[in-house]
């Protein structure tokens, strides 16, 4: 079945630590993007990419970084820059003009 | 510019009507409409292009005003299963892979 898989489904961050998020999609969408979500506050873009090898920051970018060097990649990592990292990370994905299809989302907390 | 969802929230019987508003301060290029239950993804409902056109399957349909620059979801004859968050999610402009622009969100609760 195609479909967007996000791993892990929980993860923690340690003070001063780096961790990536995965997504890989097999749905052959040539958009994908990341999106942060915090209690009442709805979903807000971090960053998105259209191409291969070419992403643009979204309204939230500071303290993250991504990559697009494969069709069905992009993972996320949250740096130690990103103060207030505890929040649910979904992923999605979408062909031009067309719906996102998000994946089911990883939650990252603070230890 | 975050659109703006109301009512934040709204509980109904079963089988009673929902309407859902989104507003924007900007000209929007289209309007998305998602269903999120709790700890889930959220699932495409409808998507909305400039023109005022009106969309919508089984019982859930939705409108455009682009002269208010407003979308509208309406549930008809609400069902147990249309309980959860509401979110519309907006673009300025017509690339249609830059991203959403969110509201808040509408809960909605469906007793039985």
């Known amino acids: 079945d195609g479909g967007i898989t996000q791993s892990p489904k929980y993860l923690f961050r340690k003070e001063g630590q780096n961790v990536t998020l995965s997504c890989e999609q097999n749905?052959?969408?040539?958009?994908m993007y990341w999106y942060r979500q915090d209690p009442g506050q709805g979903l807000r873009l971090i960053y998105y990419?259209?191409?291969?090898?070419?992403?643009q920051k979204g309204d939230i970018a500071e303290g993250y970084s991504v990559s697009r060097e494969k069709k069905e990649s992009f993972p996320l990592t949250v740096t130690s820059a990103q103060k207030n990292p505890t929040a649910f990370y979904l992923c999605a994905s979408s062909m031009r003009m067309r719906p996102q299809h998000f994946g089911d989302g990883t939650r990252l907390s603070i230890l | 510019q975050q659109p703006v969802q109301s009512p934040q929230a709204v509980i109904l019987r079963e089988g009673e009507d929902a309407v859902i508003n989104c507003s924007s301060s900007k000209a929007l290029y289209s309007v998305h409409w998602y269903r999120q239950k709790h700890g889930e993804a959220p699932v495409f409902l409808m998507i909305?292009?400039?023109?005022?056109e009106q969309k919508g399957h089984d019982k859930i349909s939705a409108s455009f005003n682009e002269k208010k620059q407003q979308s509208s979801l309406y549930l008809t004859a609400s069902q147990l299963s249309y309980s959860g968050t509401y979110f519309c999610?907006?673009?300025?402009?017509?690339?249609?892979?830059?991203?959403?622009?969110f509201g808040k969100g509408t809960h909605l609760i469906i007793q039985p």
């Open positions: 999610g907006t673009e300025l402009s017509g690339g249609g892979a830059d991203g959403l622009t």
């Open positions: 909305l292009l400039k023109g005022g």
């Open positions: 990419s259209q191409i291969v090898n070419d992403f």
């Open positions: 749905l052959n969408h040539d958009a």
